[in-house]
């Protein structure tokens, strides 16, 4: 007999900024990185014999939590991976919910009914997953192995493990982040001992984020290109409230505002219809150094301190990963510690250096590095 450990991966970027990550890569954040920590307390006094992810980062990088302290190999498996999402893929939730309400609900209440141009079946996810778990088992008959996944590609195999079909999977629950199951059996039989435990998340801070949950009534929001001069009156207002409020002693030139926003990329967050940010990139600013700088960063004051602020990043790091950049840079007032700490919160740090103007430029890692230890493609 065989024990499986079945473990989904830590919250990655894809959780924090609300897109559909299905199979692309995406780094851990920090509470993803505490949630790890824990999870590795938690196998401190359990014996593995051998530790198995699928071969996309973020599961990559939670494993560590068990076969760096244990000192075994990784065995990454293509097999292993969350169900592709199709022409979804590095969407926000909140541009699915617009288009296409009907089957961002039925993608978590009525998986039988989910037709996405490009994307897997969830039979298709239950069938490979089946397929490496009862492979792997075979291979480590008698021993103890850890398997870390992903949250919809364990919720389809645990349910048929338990005897739901695909059309009564929304009857079941979707583990948190770093959820442990417990499976035992062999290539022809494995049974579900426990699942979706996380007791090792003390405290409710450590599981979900407030407000993160996927909804088709609160989604998350959308972005649009800003229109101007349509948007202009309302780019000027959120601007200039953002600016009293930061603590920048420099005059706000709205001459100069405009003529940026005509030049640079800049995106209008939306909720519900409504303006609720704002995010402006320079392109070319430091390019040869390898950064992503950001030149605005705003949100409505009817939407602030209310967890939409943070999916502005994920539109910064989407717009600046694929063009090769490492890192995102911006440059903050010394005096607006609230913003300050809002950045600090979500990975920023202080760069050591400062503007011409005197502002504290800040700066965040969002590369992809070599996975320590010994990695074995399955």
């Known amino acids: 007999m065989t024990k499986i450990y079945l473990i989904r991966h830590a919250e990655a970027e894809g959780n924090l900024y609300r897109i559909a990550q299905g199979q692309y890569n995406s780094l851990i954040?920090?509470?993803?990185?505490?949630?790890?920590?824990?999870?590795?307390?938690?196998?401190?006094?359990?014996?593995?014999?051998?530790?198995?992810?699928?071969?996309?980062?973020?599961?990559?990088?939670?494993?560590?939590?068990i076969y760096l302290p244990k000192h075994l190999p990784l065995r990454k498996r293509k097999d292993l991976r969350e169900i592709c999402v199709g022409e979804w893929e590095q969407k926000t939730w909140g541009e699915i919910a617009l288009r296409d309400a009907q089957s961002m609900s039925d993608f978590s209440a009525h998986l039988d009914r989910w037709h996405i141009p490009g994307a897997e079946t969830p039979e298709q996810v239950r069938d490979r997953l089946l397929h490496a778990l009862r492979e792997i088992a075979e291979k480590n008959d008698g021993k103890t192995v850890a398997v870390f996944s992903h949250g919809c590609a364990i919720r389809i195999v645990l349910a048929t493990l338990q005897g739901y079909s695909i059309a009564e999977l929304g009857q079941t629950p979707l583990g948190t982040n770093t959820a442990v199951s417990l499976l035992e059996g062999d290539a022809q039989s494995l049974k579900v001992v426990f699942r979706d435990d996380d007791s090792h998340l003390t405290g409710a801070s450590m599981?979900?984020?407030?407000?993160?949950?996927?909804?088709?009534l609160n989604p998350g929001l959308r972005f649009e290109p800003l229109e101007l001069p349509k948007q202009a009156d309302w780019l000027r207002a959120c601007v200039a409230d953002a600016w009293a409020a930061s603590a920048d002693s420099r005059?706000?030139?709205?001459?100069?505002?405009?003529?940026?926003?005509?030049?640079?990329?800049?995106?209008?967050?939306?909720?519900?219809?409504?303006?609720?940010?704002?995010?402006?990139?320079?392109?070319?600013?430091?390019?040869?150094?390898d950064w992503g700088w950001i030149s605005l960063y705003c949100m409505d004051q009817d939407f602030r301190a209310k967890g939409y602020g943070v999916q502005l990043l994920g539109q910064a790091v989407q717009a600046y990963r694929p063009l090769g950049r490492k890192e995102l840079r911006l440059a903050l007032a010394e005096g607006n510690a609230q913003t300050q700490k809002f950045f600090t919160d979500y990975g920023f740090t202080p760069a050591g250096e400062k503007t011409r103007d005197g502002r504290e430029i800040f700066r965040k890692d969002i590369s992809f590095h070599d996975l320590p230890g010994k990695v074995i493609i399955d």
Request: aromatic share 4%.
């Open 29 to 65: 954040t920090s509470r993803g990185y505490r949630q790890i920590s824990a999870l590795e307390k938690r196998f401190e006094g359990i014996h593995i014999d051998a530790v198995y992810s699928s071969d996309l980062y973020r599961t990559c990088v939670t494993a560590g939590a």
């Open 251 to 289: 005059p706000l030139d709205h001459a100069l505002l405009l003529k940026e926003a005509e030049e640079r990329p800049t995106l209008v967050a939306i909720m519900n219809g409504h303006p609720a940010g704002l995010l402006q990139l320079n392109i070319e600013k430091d390019a040869a150094r």
């Open 207 to 216: 599981k979900k984020r407030p407000g993160a949950g996927l909804s088709p």
